[in-house]
């Protein structure tokens, strides 16, 4: 990744910018920056796509620059055109390594020009009144803006780019009953082949709902979007196997493609038929379950993205119903009995922030790592609107739902909390934009009696409020206390065990 600035920003933010070939300052992974009153515009080179950071009298370095970028880099994905399973890929592959230049080319000043005429003058894209955010500023200016030589607007040309650079393949076990399923579109004779792989994956998935007996509605419902979907596939190049998120883009432009509108009910047909069609390639093994999740989650984004579709500015429900089938499953599992007596003491503080904010507590071994999760959330107010992931130094684990397309990533239902010893440490990540970390450690194990393990956590001791949201990370928390002296005040341990279990139960509705 490559930052362009001119003079006085490199000197301002201390950088020692050089000059890059001429033909690396023109592509997707490198940016430029015009600073113009009391806005800092990060624009894109290849996409036009901009970020705007408020204020940039206050960086003193590249460090705390290039982490106010990245933070409304990624709060602006949040909310685009984009399948929640690749932000982590675009943020690994943005921010891998960053240098900067000063090397500014006069296509990507003029774009910057056009961008600083609007922020420097009262017109009609961005509602002022409103206070927009810098997500909202930013989106708007995307949205209104067409890039140069095309007809679409920058939000349309980041959707596509996205859509045809960063894929979540499925990981079938191949063998030679599936193996005629696979193709590749590289030439014509091999997109011919692709129609007859299309029809071999209709036919047989109508002979699997013909022996699961399916009403003759369902089995013509199904096929008839299994296949209009693997149309939609072939017509981009690919196959039903080459990418996870696809049903997210079908559902979103269903509408345009079909010309036709869409009730509700049609649209939660569409659906289920093609969580349907997803099992059915479990069936064939050519979806894991993991693959399945991540094709219900594009499925359910897709959906909830489709009725926000004329206000883009809220968050996404990306969960949707898939959580109540994972709920059943959960309720199902019994705990492990040898973690059932083992009683940990868990320490958890708040990273990058001072005074220390922490929380002390005590919790069966036969916690479930997604409950520990929500336990450590709910004792800092978190309320729930971002992802998270929790590290072991080894392991990535996540929700299953929440899945971003790397391959170590572990399910945390599937972990206890007794898997661990004392002394081991974990890093709970939350909001990937603000960054919050809570590092946990367990600094004890004692043994309690069966009666005593009434399935509950009990706290010990703490400091300090939580946080707040969307407000910039511990960084901005540091900001606000300075106003508001109850964020760094003595936690009232009997009311915050009071107010706990209801939290708790909050975080799982927020995350189903």
């Not at 599936?178 to 590749?184: I, M, V």
């Not at 981009?236 to 696809?246: H, K, M």
């Not at 239902?413 to 590092?439: I, K, P």
């Amino acid at each position: 990744m490559i930052i362009a600035v001119d003079y006085s920003t490199a000197q301002y933010l201390h950088i020692n910018a050089r000059t890059p070939h001429k033909n690396l300052t023109n592509d997707e992974l490198s940016w430029s920056v015009r600073t113009t009153g009391d806005f800092m515009i990060i624009m894109n080179n290849g996409l036009a796509l901009p970020v705007i950071v408020r204020h940039p009298q206050r960086f003193n370095d590249s460090r705390s620059f290039v982490a106010a970028f990245k933070r409304e880099f990624l709060s602006l994905l949040e909310v685009a055109a984009i399948p929640h399973a690749k932000i982590r890929l675009l943020r690994d592959d943005q921010f891998s390594k960053v240098h900067f230049t000063n090397k500014i080319s006069g296509r990507t000043s003029q774009q910057l020009d056009q961008y600083q005429q609007i922020l420097d003058n009262p017109v009609d894209v961005i509602d002022w009144e409103e206070q927009p955010t810098n997500v909202r500023i930013a989106h708007q200016l995307a949205e209104e803006t067409t890039v140069e030589d095309t007809d679409l607007t920058v939000m349309d040309v980041l959707e596509q780019y996205v859509m045809m650079n960063y894929h979540l393949p499925a990981h079938p076990q191949l063998n030679e009953h599936n193996r005629s399923y696979l193709y590749r579109s590289t030439s014509l004779n091999d997109i011919m082949n692709a129609v007859a792989v299309n029809q071999h994956f209709i036919q047989d998935y109508r002979n699997h709902l013909s022996r699961a007996s399916q009403s003759d509605e369902v089995i013509d419902r199904n096929t008839d979007v299994a296949t209009d979907y693997c149309s939609y596939c072939e017509a981009l190049g690919v196959s039903p196997l080459d990418d996870l998120t696809f049903p997210y883009y079908y559902l979103l432009h269903y509408q345009e493609n079909s010309d036709e509108g869409i009730s509700d009910g049609r649209l939660r047909d569409i659906a289920v038929a093609l969580r349907d069609f997803a099992q059915f390639m479990c069936v064939q093994k050519l979806f894991s379950n993991g693959d399945f999740e991540q094709f219900a989650q594009a499925i359910e984004q897709g959906r909830s993205d489709l009725y926000l579709k004329q206000d883009h500015y809220q968050l996404q429900n990306v969960f949707d119903r898939l959580q109540l089938r994972l709920d059943k499953r959960w309720q199902s599992l019994a705990a492990p009995r040898r973690y059932a007596r083992k009683c940990f003491t868990v320490e958890v503080q708040l990273a990058d922030y001072r005074p220390k904010m922490w929380r002390k507590f005590m919790v069966g071994g036969d916690t479930r790592l997604d409950k520990f999760c929500m336990q450590v959330l709910a004792l800092f107010k978190v309320r729930g609107n971002h992802l998270f992931e929790l590290t072991d130094g080894t392991n990535v684990y996540q929700l299953p739902q929440m899945g971003n397309g790397i391959a170590k990533t572990t399910n945390l239902t599937d972990h206890w909390l007794g898997d661990y010893q004392v002394g081991d440490h974990f890093t709970l990540e939350y909001d990937f934009g603000d960054s919050w970390e809570f590092n946990i450690r367990l600094v004890d194990r004692t043994t309690w009696s069966w009666r005593q393990n009434d399935g509950h956590a009990h706290l010990c001791a703490g400091f300090g409020s939580g946080i707040i949201e969307d407000i910039g990370g511990p960084r901005g928390l540091t900001r606000t206390a300075k106003d508001d002296q109850s964020i760094n005040r003595q936690l009232d341990i009997n009311e915050c065990q009071e107010r706990w279990g209801t939290m708790i139960n909050h975080l799982q509705q927020r995350y189903q």
